[in-house]
């Protein structure tokens, strides 16, 4: 038992066996005064069975009664989406409002508006794993399922910008392939790079949900009542049995899934931004642009997340699990990447000035005093001023209040993207050609049904999927340390 | 070898987590070697008290990222300089600083469905038929049970209900095959 011994040494109880004349031991454990110790990750002591019970059992139960209005009015948006742009394709472009020199508008907007909202589940899932923040655990699946969402979101609309997208889905164009005069895709070009950056972010965020859903699944086929369930939650739970030699390089696994994310989130709106930064339109050319972008993303994506899990809590009543420290926590991110993207907004300003050249110059005090402007302040009070409003816990604690920031911080991120793009877009270079963009009603539609498809599908991961990781929320438990009392852990036995 | 050709193992139920880690380690200690513990959720330390090695997923990792990057230089290479080279904007033919990014998200991209492979392939899964299934109360090893299985292979499986039932089992069942 040398063996046992050894591990058990962290967990002699104080005061007992313990001579104050004796050798002492190789570590001792104190515990924290009160008001250090941290807040249990799961409410009122909830046990093992109870949080398969809950989180299996929003998905295996029938769906409350709102869910049907919700996912009606959200699947005829999506419809409406895909009509619109059957008709773009069918017309072509010009049924937006874009025009020259403003060629990109609400589409590519909304591009990096979706895609950077994938970026907080990736950040939780991935980020906060390396840097062992186990409160993820309450919200990763959903914000990965979200990531996932919203790149398919995301997706849509570079191909349809093209106008004849049989070009963007082609071999030779932008699939690595000769084209009809045998040239192949040209590689110089960040807008190439955004293809592979997209479609990879897309892949992994896939592959590391499906991970992480694996031993999920083996349970919703352990307590599947019919066979149908059971046979398809079996076959995609492959066959797991919560096998420790399993375990042991699933974690491994994860573990490397959350490392190559990492990297992946970092480099996929730097790509996007370079889309941007790479060109030499004033307003766009800028080195700051990487990391702006990347914080500006977690900011935004943080937001959806909140105004999605929010209202899921209390619906499903899953507050013991997504607590208010889960909520507060991020909107302590948002508090932070909120004043990543003002720090940046000024400096943009101070180097447009410090920099000397008269384009870069006018180009922002367009921005702010230009047509536009109604743009750029509706972006400045949505993200410069109501993050700060979360230094007071009373703002991070009213989930009304958390809700109604989180919308706001979506508003106005969707205007930075559009402040960004429109704004250097329509006065550029050459002022014969200054104009003005005004999006049509179908760039408008086009866009609200985009979030008919985002909350459809959200909506059925919440119906098919458990909405939290359950094996993983488990293991945060102090039932689920076998050194802990509640683990089982009998004092004294050494 | 007492055991029938029919025999899969014994199966044995425990309730808490400790429980499970002080019986690990105790089978453990016993000599088993053909035997797994089967948990709802990773247990910190059980790969030690099971005597595991650390796991090999990252070769697999390694190798596919490999395999990702240099497929990235030799792709762009080859299409933009070696087969057709155009020059655009005067930038040259090939420079792996270009060649990077796409090379990069390659890197990621095979990286990734190699750890996948690699931890299913290492993990025998998927895996069509299990005879622990058979067990009625093996379903709660995905809910809040413990179990550790002896499979009726091992050298030492005529001992294997004594050593079980005396790291204090709640319940223990032969599974046959």
Redesign the interface.
């Known amino acids: 038992m040398a063996n046992a011994a050894s591990i058990h040494a962290a967990d002699v109880p104080k005061g007992k066996q313990h001579d104050p004349h004796a050798a002492p031991p190789k570590i001792v454990a104190i515990d924290p005064p009160q008001e250090f110790v941290r807040e249990p990750l799961v409410l009122n002591g909830r046990s093992l069975g109870w949080l398969t019970e809950r989180i299996a059992g929003v998905c295996e139960g029938k769906m409350p009664l709102w869910w049907w209005p919700a996912f009606i009015v959200s699947a005829g948006l999506m419809t409406m989406m895909f009509t619109l742009v059957a008709y773009l394709i069918s017309t072509g472009v010009g049924v937006w409002g874009l025009n020259n020199p403003a060629d990109w508008a609400w589409d590519i907007t909304n591009f990096v508006f979706w895609i950077g909202i994938g970026h907080a589940g990736t950040l939780i899932s991935a980020v906060l794993f390396l840097l062992r923040q186990k409160w993820r655990t309450s919200i990763n699946r959903a914000a990965e399922a979200m990531t996932l969402i919203a790149v398919a979101c995301a997706g849509i609309f570079p191909v349809v910008h093209t106008g004849r997208v049989w070009f963007a889905l082609m071999p030779g164009w932008l699939i690595p392939a000769p084209n009809a005069n045998y040239i192949w895709p040209q590689f110089r070009s960040p807008l190439l790079w955004d293809v592979f950056a997209v479609s990879t972010y897309g892949t992994v965020s896939l592959l590391f949900w499906y991970v992480g859903l694996i031993p999920d699944l083996a349970t919703l086929r352990d307590r599947a009542k019919n066979k149908v369930r059971g046979f398809f939650y079996g076959l995609f739970a492959l066959g797991w049995t919560g096998s420790n030699r399993h375990w042991s390089n699933y974690e491994k696994a994860y573990m490397i899934f959350a490392g190559l994310s990492t990297p992946l989130v970092l480099s996929v709106h730097s790509i996007v931004s370079f889309d941007f930064a790479v060109s030499n339109v004033p307003g766009w050319h800028t080195t700051i642009f990487p990391p702006y972008f990347v914080a500006g993303a977690i900011f935004s994506g943080f937001g959806m997340v909140l105004t999605l899990l929010v209202p899921m809590r209390t619906l499903f009543k899953l507050e013991d699990i997504i607590t208010t420290r889960h909520v507060e926590l991020m909107c302590k991110v948002i508090l932070a990447t909120g004043s990543i993207v003002g720090y940046a907004y000024g400096m943009e300003f101070f180097i447009a000035w410090y920099g000397g050249s008269p384009y870069e110059l006018y180009a922002f005090k367009n921005r702010a005093f230009g047509p536009y402007w109604w743009a750029y302040w509706s972006m400045i009070s949505c993200n410069v001023i109501s993050p700060h409003l979360f230094w007071f816990k009373w703002c991070r604690t009213n989930m009304v209040f958390v809700f109604f920031v989180s919308i706001v911080v979506n508003i106005g991120m969707w205007f930075e993207r559009f402040v960004i793009i429109v704004t250097s877009l329509h006065r550029d270079y050459l002022p014969a050609s200054w104009g003005y963009f005004a999006p049509t009603w179908v760039d408008v539609f086009t866009f609200v049904g985009s979030f008919g498809l985002f909350l459809t599908l959200f909506l059925l991961f919440i119906r098919f999927l458990p909405a939290i990781a359950i094996s993983e929320v488990k293991g945060v438990t102090p039932q689920a340390d076998p050194h802990h009392p509640l683990g089982g852990a009998k004092g004294g036995h050494h | 070898m007492s055991a029938n050709a029919k025999t899969y193992g014994l199966l044995a139920q425990f309730?808490?987590?400790?429980?499970?880690?002080?019986a690990?380690?105790q089978v453990r200690?016993a000599g088993y070697r053909k035997w797994?513990?089967?948990?709802?959720?990773?247990?910190?330390?059980?790969?030690?008290?099971?005597g595991?090695k650390?796991?090999?997923?990252?070769y697999f990792?390694f190798c596919g990222?490999f395999t990702g990057f240099f497929t990235g230089m030799t792709?762009?290479w080859f299409?933009?300089k070696f087969?057709?080279g155009?020059v655009?904007?005067g930038?040259p033919l090939f420079t792996p600083l270009?060649?990077f990014?796409?090379s990069?998200?390659?890197t990621?991209?095979l990286?990734?469905?190699a750890?996948?492979g690699?931890?299913?392939a290492?993990?025998r899964?998927?895996?069509?038929y299990?005879p622990?299934?058979k067990s009625e109360r093996?379903?709660?090893?995905?809910?809040?049970k413990f179990f550790i299985c002896i499979e009726a292979t091992d050298p030492k499986f005529a001992e294997a209900r004594a050593v079980l039932e005396k790291a204090g089992a709640a319940a223990i069942e032969l599974v046959e095959d």
């Open positions: 309730d808490t987590a400790a429980g499970i880690f002080e690990a380690i200690d797994d513990v089967f948990t709802p959720f990773p247990i910190h330390g059980m790969d030690d008290a099971m595991l650390n796991s090999k997923v990252g990792t990222g792709m762009i299409m933009n087969d057709y155009l655009v904007g930038k270009y060649a990014p796409v990069y998200e390659l990621i991209l990286g990734a469905f750890t996948l690699g931890m299913l290492l993990n899964l998927p895996k069509l299990n622990l299934f093996f379903k709660k090893a995905t809910d809040d």
